[in-house]
């Protein structure tokens, strides 16, 4: 299936930190945003890009693009030359060598990337130790960063300026190129199970990006499964209702993350 137009946007969200930010362009620009994990249930891997502006954000995942992102770049074909190609990524603190590593992707598709943006937002992951998430003062700092830089990201998307931005951090050869292969090496679901607080209510089932999690049972019984092909984007954990879901005990206590609009609602109320 082909997909044609002259300015898109395509994005990958977990929590939606990456979400708010590219629909927040979309808007900005007039471009269409599209979220890659549907895109993939259509069907769709093959695109015109022939005079387009087209435009690529997601989450940071051990300071590398995602595996999802990179496999559905790769499996596609994009045909034409188009007339300016950038990505914008979220992360908690620095995203290493996040744009070398995306370069490089759209160079052996063919593609020239032409600028590079990151915008920090609250913190999601939380299965290694030590991980938690931000306090409340830091996740409404970082919110209003974010709204703050949109602005002149959204301009110079507009003008199809050449830039690169990026908040790159100690060590970022080895986060990327040593720990983003580890990460991709060892993430599994093996480790999440649901509590007796678990309700069955499905959420977690409905949030999945990658259609990950299934529901056995039947009415009040049902309970989820997890059918090993995770990304650990941490979906299930922070949409839960009732904080039902854990990985091992390395998420218990450590609270949920409930996005964007969360984080604007208790800075107005405070």
Same mark, same amino acid.
């Given at each position: 299936?082909?997909?044609?137009?002259?300015?898109?946007?395509?994005?990958?969200?977990? +929590?939606?930190?990456?979400?708010?930010?590219?629909?927040?362009?979309?808007?900005?620009?007039?471009?269409?945003?599209?979220?890659?994990?549907? !895109?993939? /249930?259509?069907?769709?891997?093959?695109?015109?890009?022939? &005079?387009?502006?087209?435009?690529?954000?997601?989450?940071?995942?051990?300071?590398?693009?995602?595996? !999802?992102?990179?496999?559905?770049?790769?499996?596609?074909?994009? *045909? %034409?030359?188009?007339?300016?190609?950038?990505?914008?990524?979220?992360? %908690?603190? *620095?995203? %290493?060598?996040?744009?070398?590593?995306?370069?490089?992707?759209?160079?052996?598709? =063919?593609?020239?990337? /032409?600028? &590079?943006?990151?915008?920090?937002?609250?913190?999601?992951?939380?299965?290694?130790?030590?991980?938690? !998430?931000?306090?409340?003062?830091?996740?409404?700092?970082?919110?209003?960063?974010?709204?703050?830089?949109?602005?002149?990201?959204?301009?110079?998307?507009?003008?199809?300026?050449?830039?690169?931005?990026?908040?790159?951090?100690?060590?970022?050869?080895?986060?990327?190129?040593?720990?983003?292969?580890?990460?991709?090496?060892?993430?599994?679901?093996?480790?999440?199970?649901?509590?007796?607080? +678990?309700?069955?209510?499905?959420?977690?089932?409905?949030?999945?990006?990658?259609?990950?999690?299934?529901?056995? %049972?039947?009415?009040?019984?049902?309970?989820?499964?997890?059918? =090993? *092909?995770?990304?650990?984007?941490?979906?299930?954990?922070?949409?839960?209702?009732? *904080?039902?879901?854990?990985?091992?005990?390395?998420? !218990? &206590?450590?609270?949920?993350?409930?996005?964007?609009?969360?984080?604007?609602?208790?800075?107005?109320? &405070?």
């Amino acid at each position: 299936m082909q997909y044609k137009t002259k300015a898109m946007i395509l994005y990958y969200s977990g +929590c939606g930190n990456s979400r708010f930010v590219a629909e927040k362009i979309a808007e900005g620009t007039g471009e269409k945003a599209e979220y890659i994990p549907a !895109l993939m /249930d259509a069907g769709v891997s093959s695109f015109d890009c022939e &005079g387009s502006s087209l435009g690529f954000v997601f989450p940071v995942y051990a300071w590398d693009v995602p595996k !999802l992102v990179e496999t559905f770049i790769r499996k596609c074909s994009w *045909n %034409g030359r188009p007339q300016y190609v950038w990505f914008a990524c979220t992360c %908690g603190d *620095n995203v %290493g060598k996040t744009c070398e590593s995306f370069r490089k992707l759209m160079a052996d598709k =063919g593609l020239t990337l /032409d600028a &590079g943006f990151c915008f920090q937002m609250p913190e999601t992951y939380l299965c290694f130790p030590g991980f938690k !998430l931000d306090t409340d003062r830091n996740a409404e700092k970082k919110i209003t960063g974010v709204k703050e830089k949109l602005p002149s990201v959204i301009e110079a998307i507009r003008n199809r300026a050449k830039v690169e931005e990026m908040i790159v951090g100690s060590m970022p050869g080895f986060k990327t190129h040593i720990i983003g292969p580890l990460f991709n090496l060892i993430v599994s679901d093996s480790g999440f199970h649901y509590t007796d607080d +678990c309700i069955g209510c499905g959420t977690c089932f409905k949030v999945c990006p990658i259609h990950n999690i299934g529901l056995v %049972g039947v009415g009040e019984e049902r309970r989820p499964r997890w059918n =090993g *092909n995770c990304t650990q984007c941490m979906a299930c954990y922070h949409a839960c209702p009732r *904080n039902a879901i854990h990985y091992g005990k390395l998420t !218990l &206590g450590k609270g949920q993350y409930k996005g964007v609009s969360s984080v604007s609602d208790s800075s107005k109320e &405070g």
